[in-house]
């Protein structure tokens, strides 16, 4: 009986194991984001467009079913107009990290952010 | 229990925690730094059969005899295997001693999440001369969660088999 007690004492998924996840968890949190620096517009998987972010500028690029307005600002990327129906990649709003997308479908677009080419453990 | 016994135990378990030190170094692993750490299984089980200095023991010779097998004695992670393992052995023993709270899984996690932490603690300090390093911490200990966490999993599972033997016998 003694023995059986002692191993429960070690028994998984205790009170303190739940609290000692949580804390450790919320390094979620301090997961670093790394602001881009390019942002490659793809349309149908065939024409690619490289545009580096510091620079403002408003592209015109025309897509499967009509013409995208996506506009390059202080750094950020959104689509401010489309002629797609549901109008989702005008809804998603600015993205300036790196790994974050835009995507409209029926034009077969897809904005996303680059960062350099090297990254900092190879640096 | 007597002396012969407790040094024979404790070169079983050294001789246990060394192969699966090796074992696991023969693994081929993605990106440089990761290991599952099924050492601490072994070292673990001391911890709580034998108690902290036996099993901080354990623990250098670990990092000792197992640096010699693979070759890699006083090289920069010869240095970061030993004093990670001291600060995370000393960790758990606390948490053994003091965690009422916590089974093996909690400690397990502890354990490998101050080994983490110490090995990028000095990579960052030692090796590059400031606190560089810090950007890495938050996905290794997010990785250390999982692997903590099987190794504490699978050492509970290997203690109940062992204390049923021990009665046995």
Known sequence: MLKLQSNNRYRPLKIGDFVIILIFLSALFFIPRVEGKKVRVIVDKEKEFIYPLNEDRILKIEGKIGIIMIEIKDGRVRVIESTCPLKICMKMGWIK??????V????????????EQFDAITE | ??????IAHISVFTA???SLFVIESLIPRPVPGIRFGLANIFILLVLLNYGYKEALLV??????????????????????????????????GIAVRYGRGLSLMGISILGAESHTITQVLIISVLFLGKASLSFLLPPFVLLSLVTGSITGISAYWLYTKLERKVEVA
């Not at chain 1, 990290?97 to 835009?102: L, R, S, V, Y």
């Not at chain 2, 229990?1 to 407790?6: A, C, G, I, S, T």
């Not at chain 2, 004695?73 to 758990?92: C, K």
């Open chain 2, 1 to 6: 229990m007597q002396l012969q016994n407790r």
């Open chain 1, 97 to 102: 990290n790196k790994g974050e997308q835009i």
């Open chain 2, 59 to 92: 623990g250098i010779l670990k990092s000792v005899i197992g640096s010699i097998v693979i070759g890699r004695l006083f090289t920069p992670s010869f240095l970061l295997s030993i004093s990670g393992t001291i600060v995370s052995v000393t960790i758990m």
């Open chain 2, 16 to 18: 246990a925690t060394v």
């Open chain 1, 104 to 115: 409209c479908v029926p034009n077969r677009i897809l904005i996303c952010i680059e960062g």
